[in-house]
């Protein structure tokens, strides 16, 4: 498997940052993660390709095992494209559930288990993105074409949520607060309230995922988790503290050359 790497320090990684700290930028959340350190960013290349979820998937690990080991508030992961393929939001939704779809499958092949009290069923009110040993995402994702200004960021990017992390704000009574202060900016900035907009469990969170206003005949481009388990049939929970790896992926290493076959093999798919 690979390691995780940091593209802080690319400049197109640098400009994200520039947006999340623009006054006007309304997700309070995502302020304080970047405010705490704790936003980590990949920058890959094309999110119409698969060409970069070998180096995504271990960085959700990461951002998995930091969480599982100190569950503090705020955490979240950026994937940013390099490649503007000046997707509409139809295309752009259908890539990112191709991306989300590619990530589950890298789940099964190395033995995840599915929580069984997660529903696959994107339809489902209480459906999320599950990941590496029952760990649940909420996802954002922005592109240039985002008919919301708060996701429209230049280029296409992803960004993960643990939900463990939206149970902690409930459980403390902020989560309310915060909701009510997010949509108070977002309207002060699009000039009328998201449409998409809707209470957790009230319908599927995956309407949200792509920023497209979507009507109640939407049906999700994602077929779920296949179930299947690596050669074994043991699944594992995968939370090795990856930080402490002897060898960390950075912007002027593995992601600047292509990866070599032997490494591709070793990842497993």
Not at 17 to 38: H, M, N, T, W
Not at 61 to 76: I, Q, V
Request: charged content about 25%; hydrophobic content about 40%; proline content about 7%.
């Amino acid at each position: 498997m690979l390691y995780p790497v940091d593209d802080s320090g690319h400049p197109l990684a640098q400009r994200f940052q520039a947006f999340i700290r623009d006054p006007a930028f309304p997700c309070v959340g995502a302020k304080s993660a970047l405010a705490k350190e704790q936003m980590r960013i990949v920058v890959g290349r094309d999110m119409c390709s698969a060409w970069d979820d070998l180096r995504i998937y271990p960085n959700l690990l990461d951002l998995a095992s930091s969480y599982a080991r100190e569950p503090t508030l705020f955490h979240s992961l950026a994937v940013l494209f390099e490649t503007d393929n000046a997707l509409d939001e139809e295309a752009f939704e259908r890539c990112l559930w191709a991306r989300l779809e590619s990530l589950t499958d890298k789940d099964d092949f190395h033995g995840q288990r599915a929580d069984p009290r997660v529903s696959a069923d994107p339809g489902d009110p209480h459906f999320f993105v599950e990941l590496l040993a029952a760990r649940r995402f909420f996802v954002v994702g922005l592109h240039p074409q985002a008919s919301r200004p708060a996701r429209r960021f230049e280029r296409p990017a992803l960004i993960f949520n643990l939900h463990d992390q939206f149970v902690q704000l409930r459980a403390s009574g902020v989560y309310d607060k915060m909701r009510s202060t997010i949509i108070a900016r977002d309207v002060a900035l699009a000039g009328d309230v998201n449409p998409m907009l809707a209470r957790h469990g009230s319908v599927s969170e995956a309407r949200q995922y792509s920023g497209r206003a979507v009507g109640a005949d939407w049906a999700c481009p994602f077929a779920g988790r296949s179930g299947a388990f690596a050669p074994g049939g043991e699944g594992q929970a995968m939370f090795p503290d990856l930080r402490s790896a002897a060898v960390t992926e950075t912007v002027s290493g593995a992601r600047s050359r292509s990866p070599s076959p032997t490494r591709v093999a070793e990842a497993g798919r």
